[in-house]
C-alpha cells in the first residue's frame, strides 16, 4: 500500500519568512495530494491540492510542487503569519480509490512574531 | 457545497458502554464514506472504508466487530464504538466521497470520544 513521508515534524519561523514541508509517497499509481490545516480540536482544513498531470500550483502565498519521477511534493508558505501556526498534513490518494486519503505524520508549524 | 456534519463533537462514556457517531453528506450523496481515527498529535489513520448499501471494508488491525459501521443511505454513514474502553479514547473523524470521487476529501467536524 501507499506510505507517505513527512519531514519536518516540526518546524519554526519568524513572522515574514518562507516555510516549506516535503512528503515522498511510494506508489507511482497515487495522482491526487492534497494538503491539510489543522487546528487544535478542528477539522483538517483543504489549503491546497495537486493533481499528477501538474507540476506546480499557487493559491496566493501558498503554493505546491510535485516531482512525479522522485515521488516527492512539497508546501511553500511564503510571508508567514501567526495564523499560519497549526499542524499540516500532505496527503496521497489514486484514482482507483477516490477519497481514502493516505495521510504523513504532520508538522507542527509555528510562527513567532 | 460539500459540506459534511458529524455528531455528536464530544462523547463522554463509561467503560463499556458503546457510542454511536453520525456523519451525514448535506449537499451532496455520499457514494462512499471513510473513517479516520486520530489520536494525540499524531496522524490520521483510516479505519474503514464504507460505500452506501455494502458492507464496510476495514483496514489491517481494525476490529470490525468492535468498530461497526453502517452506511444505509446515500447521505448517512454511523460508527459504533461497542464496548468502549479507555484505550478507544480518541478523535474520530469521517470524510465523504461523491460519485466518481466528486466532492471527495471533505470531512467531518469530528467527534472527541472520551471513555472513562
Known amino acids: 500500500g501507499e506510505n507517505v513521508e513527512q519531514h519536518p515534524s516540526t518546524l519554526s519561523v519568524q513572522e515574514g519568512d518562507s516555510a516549506v514541508i516535503k512528503c515522498t509517497y511510494s506508489?507511482?499509481?497515487?495522482?491526487?495530494f492534497p494538503w491539510y490545516k489543522q487546528e487544535l480540536g478542528k477539522r483538517p482544513q483543504l489549503i491546497i491540492d495537486?493533481?499528477?498531470?501538474?507540476g506546480e500550483k499557487k493559491d496566493q502565498r501558498i503554493a505546491v510542487t510535485l516531482n512525479k519521477t522522485a515521488k516527492h511534493f512539497s508546501l511553500h508558505i511564503t510571508e508567514t503569519q501567526p495564523e499560519d501556526s497549526a499542524v499540516y498534513f500532505c496527503?496521497?490518494?489514486?484514482?482507483?480509490?477516490?477519497?481514502?486519503?493516505?495521510f504523513g505524520a504532520g508538522t507542527q508549524v509555528v510562527v513567532t512574531p | 457545497g460539500a459540506v459534511v456534519s458529524q455528531h455528536p463533537s464530544r462523547v463522554i462514556c463509561k467503560s463499556g458502554t458503546s457510542v454511536k457517531i453520525e456523519c451525514r453528506s448535506l449537499?451532496?450523496?455520499?457514494?462512499?464514506m471513510f473513517w479516520y481515527r486520530q489520536f494525540p498529535k499524531q496522524s490520521l489513520m483510516l479505519m474503514a472504508t464504507?460505500?452506501?448499501?455494502?458492507?464496510?471494508?476495514?483496514e489491517q488491525g481494525v476490529e470490525k466487530d468492535k468498530f461497526l459501521i453502517n452506511h444505509a443511505s446515500l447521505t448517512l454513514s454511523t460508527l459504533t464504538v461497542t464496548s468502549a474502553h479507555p484505550e478507544d479514547s480518541s478523535f474520530y473523524i469521517c470524510?465523504?466521497?461523491?460519485?466518481?470521487?466528486?466532492?471527495?476529501?471533505?470531512f467531518g467536524s469530528g467527534t472527541r470520544l472520551t471513555v472513562v
Open positions: 464504507s460505500n452506501e448499501g455494502s458492507k464496510a471494508t476495514y
Open positions: 506508489d507511482s499509481a497515487s495522482n491526487y
Open positions: 449537499d451532496f450523496q455520499a457514494t462512499t
Open positions: 470524510s465523504a466521497s461523491g460519485p466518481h470521487g466528486n466532492y471527495g476529501y471533505t
Open positions: 496527503a496521497a490518494s489514486r484514482t482507483d480509490s477516490w477519497g481514502k486519503l493516505q
Open positions: 495537486i493533481r499528477s498531470n501538474v
